[in-house]
């Protein structure tokens, strides 16, 4: 009987959890491929009206495999010159084949632009030397390393804003 009380309890607090996640949901998101478009209702972080992307997708660095996972944020300023950063991207190293974790420690890394620079043109968006980045989580990486991280998440932005598909480079 004890054991029925149990599992009554815990199928109880996943469907409480369940409501509660379902309930809080304030955006409305189109799925296309390996990212999320969501229109950008709630304005965040001061940051002119935009779009947000979430990403969810496999890509490989330096002959490695990563789950890429987070999202990047895009706006055009008065003069119509695009603008991106993200707040949060993890790289996750996993197997090629399987996509199973081949490490428990990933790195996420976020960016912003450098107030001081004006994109021009396309590469200008994926120079890690235009933005300020940032290491949230992961430690242990070489600097040329974090470069190739820092140049992958511009590229990745650079794809989705001015919708170029697998060739790694605008």
């Given amino acids: 009987m004890k054991k029925v009380k149990i599992i009554v309890a815990a199928i109880f607090i996943v469907a409480v959890g369940a409501g509660i996640f379902w309930a809080c949901e304030k955006e409305e998101a189109t799925e296309n ?8 209702k709630i304005q965040k972080e001061n940051l002119p009206p935009g779009t947000e992307y979430t990403i969810d997708e496999i890509r490989e660095i330096n002959g490695k495999c990563y789950h890429v996972t987070g999202t990047y944020y895009e706006w055009v300023d008065i003069n119509n010159i695009k603008y991106g950063q993200s707040s949060g991207l993890t790289y996750t190293e996993v197997n090629c084949l399987t996509a199973f974790p081949e490490t428990t420690s990933p790195l996420e890394i976020r960016f912003e632009p450098n107030d001081y620079y004006t994109f021009t043109e396309y590469d200008d968006y994926i120079d890690p030397n235009h933005y300020t980045f940032e290491v949230i989580l992961g430690e242990g990486f070489s ?3 974090l470069y190739l991280f820092e140049q992958d998440a511009l590229i990745g932005m650079c794809e989705i804003y001015f919708n170029f598909n697998s060739t790694r480079g605008c």
């Fill in 33 to 40: 491929s390996s990212f999320t478009m969501t229109s950008n």
């Fill in 143 to 145: 600097s040329e390393v």
